[in-house]
């Protein structure tokens, strides 16, 4: 939004990186695409179709792209209704992954470490719990400016 045109949308985009967590095989992926999205002509239709193709090969030839995300790259236009289904706790494929991408994000975590985390997460944040602490928040503040008005 901030450009006014594309060198300089290509030029605030410079330090960008399309990396998730510090992970090497997302640097690696985000290299080669950045590769190949410099070196494409945006004016020819069959190098875009061809850039596409690549990068959604790219995509498709690491283990740890998520299936609802090859789904998307495969033509699907929309997420799965059911964001819980018992496919995320296979071993091997399940949404904590296997080998370095597992060891990266999830360290020694058991699947029930992970889900006691998460279950605390959506009590932390919930709309119940975060507006009890904005109440009594508010309160306390609105209680101190009484004491120290007095």
């Given at each position: 939004m901030r450009a006014k045109d594309r060198a300089e949308y290509i030029e605030l985009l410079k330090d960008n990186r399309m990396v998730g967590g510090g992970f090497q095989e997302y640097i690696s992926i985000q290299e080669k695409i950045?590769?190949?999205?410099?070196?494409?002509?945006?004016?020819?239709?069959?190098?875009?179709?061809?850039?596409?193709?690549?990068?959604?090969?790219?995509?498709?030839?690491?283990?740890?792209?998520?299936?609802?995300?090859?789904?998307?790259?495969?033509?699907?236009?929309?997420l799965p209704k059911r964001k819980f289904r018992?496919?995320?706790?296979?071993?091997?494929?399940?949404?904590?992954?296997?080998?370095?991408?597992?060891?990266?994000?999830?360290?020694?975590?058991?699947?029930?470490?992970?889900?006691?985390?998460g279950a605390i997460d959506i009590i932390e944040y919930s709309k119940l719990t975060l507006n009890i602490k904005r109440r009594s928040h508010n309160r306390l503040a609105w209680q101190d400016s009484r004491k120290k008005k007095a």
């Open positions: 950045d590769t190949i999205m410099e070196q494409v002509n945006a004016e020819d239709d069959a190098d875009v179709d061809r850039a596409v193709a690549e990068i959604t090969a790219l995509f498709e030839s690491f283990a740890w792209t998520p299936k609802p995300f090859r789904d998307v790259l495969n033509g699907k236009n929309h018992l496919t995320l706790f296979n071993k091997e494929d399940g949404f904590m992954g296997s080998g370095a991408y597992r060891q990266h994000f999830f360290g020694d975590m058991s699947l029930w470490d992970v889900i006691y985390k």
